[in-house]
């Protein structure tokens, strides 16, 4: 049983919003950053695959879980 509302009150809702995927995405731009610079320091590009393939599952991982409609609510 829920509790009572005063009345003319709506029951509050969970706070919608967050990052978004794009902004999820660029938190990953520092490592591609890093990994450029540590392959042009002559370690080789295996770093830069490494954080090539780090965001690519990221983005994947991130629209895989949006699932939703647009406000954030699962279907």
Request: hydrophobic content about 50%; glycine content about 16%; charged content about 10%.
């Amino acid at each position: 049983m829920e509790p009572a509302q005063p009345p003319g009150r709506e029951p509050e809702q969970a706070p919608r919003g967050g990052h978004g995927k794009w902004m999820m995405i660029a938190c990953c731009v520092p490592m591609l950053v890093i990994a450029v610079t540590i392959a042009l320091s002559g370690a080789g590009w295996g770093f830069f695959f490494v954080a090539v393939m780090c965001t690519a599952m990221m983005a994947m991982m991130m629209g895989a879980m949006s699932g939703g409609d647009q406000d954030g609510h699962g279907r």
